[in-house]
């Protein structure tokens, strides 16, 4: 069984430029969450998401940051205009569609640096 | 709000030494808790969990209690090897009985484990 991926691995832009991560979660796992991971921390939760619904998203900065799961399948994470403080690994994770369903399986993640 | 706390790392050991890494928390609930590992360059993987207390966790030689007295679930093992090098986080999962369960990490610790 697939993994959850994430695209890109890596990506380095300049401040002020937008930049989109993408995360296809295992097939059948209704619910996925994406995290920040700032250097030498443990990841925080940005938003969380239940098919196509958006249940918890009172830790996304939604001044500059945006997602979608348009199909409740593939998601897209999006910030716009970056600024150096976002330099960070995204980490999407998913899970079966139980709410009480305890673990969490990660995505390796996209190491984004701001310069 | 919830927290977890772990020590700091890194930590190194000689390869076949015992390992320990202290974590304790703090939750409103009865928690279920977690370590995950994230090994270099890939997501976090759960490693093992335990969901009431006196619960002991187990997998690949790694353990750990679920001590609600001490509100700890610190991570042993007895000979570690030098593919155990990776960063450990312990977490815990919170929330109403058959709602949402909130999970929250601590920092992570890096083991390194040289020949």
């Known amino acids: 069984e697939a993994g959850v991926v994430q695209s890109p691995r890596y990506k380095i832009i300049e401040k002020k430029q937008p930049v989109a991560f993408w995360c296809n979660p295992i097939s059948g796992h209704n619910t996925l969450y994406w995290y920040r991971q700032n250097l030498g921390q443990g990841p925080e939760l940005l938003i969380r998401?239940?098919?196509?619904?958006?249940?918890?998203d009172s830790q996304l900065p939604k001044d500059r940051f945006s997602a979608e799961r348009l199909k409740g399948v593939d998601s897209t994470l999006k910030i716009q205009p970056a600024e150096l403080g976002d330099s960070a690994v995204y980490l999407c994770?998913?899970?079966?569609?139980?709410?009480?369903?305890?673990?969490?399986?990660f995505g390796p993640g996209t190491r984004l640096t701001v310069l | 709000g919830n927290s977890v706390t772990q020590m700091e790392g890194p930590v190194t050991l000689s390869e076949e030494a015992f390992l320990t890494i202290n974590c304790t928390y703090t939750?409103?609930?009865?928690?279920?808790l977690f370590w995950y590992v994230q090994y270099p360059g890939e997501g976090l993987q759960l490693l093992l969990k335990a969901t009431k207390a006196d619960d002991k966790g187990s997998n690949k030689g790694f353990e750990a209690t679920y001590r609600k007295e001490t509100t700890s679930f610190h991570l042993e093992k007895g000979s570690v090897q030098v593919s155990d090098s990776a960063v450990y986080f312990c977490a815990l999962s919170d929330g109403p009985s058959g709602g949402y369960q909130k999970v929250t990490f601590g920092t992570g610790t890096k083991l390194q484990v040289i020949p």
């Open positions: 998401y239940e098919n196509e619904e958006a249940v918890d």
């Open positions: 939750a409103t609930g009865y928690p279920s």
């Open positions: 994770a998913s899970t079966p569609g139980t709410p009480i369903y305890n673990e969490q399986f």
